[in-house]
Nanobody
């Protein structure tokens, strides 16, 4: 079974950028769909973006569309989340998750989760 490990979080000023990475330990992502979720303090876990296992299909939530981009590097293999024009409201713990099947936004449909990485955006 694949294990997911996130990296790349940190502290950044508003307007800045961060790049998160999700790596699969011990194997490739095939045939898993990979998604990024985030959870701010006191809030539920929110879908951010997802990609099919081969990167051919992606979906980004309206709340980050135009600022965040999900991509898959098959050579490594990793799934990255490039976050630009960050806002204080993007502050959250960001999680990588995996499922078998198409991209969906409901967290309960993802059975594999990483430990999360903190992203803090200062104003």
């Amino acid at each position: 079974q694949v294990q997911l490990v996130e990296s790349g979080g940190g502290l950044v000023q508003a307007g800045g950028s961060l790049r998160l990475s999700c790596a699969a330990s011990g194997r490739t992502f095939m045939p898993y769909t990979i998604a990024w979720f985030r959870q701010a303090p006191g809030k539920g876990r929110e879908f951010v973006a997802g990609t099919s296992w081969n990167g051919g299909d992606t979906y980004t939530s309206d709340s980050v569309k135009g600022r965040f981009t999900i991509s898959k590097d098959n050579a490594k293999p990793t799934v990255s989340l490039q976050m630009n024009s960050l806002k204080p409201e993007d502050t959250a713990v960001y999680y990588c998750a995996a499922r078998l099947g198409q991209i969906v936004v409901q967290r309960e449909n993802y059975g594999l989760w990483g430990q999360g990485t903190q992203v803090t955006v200062s104003s």
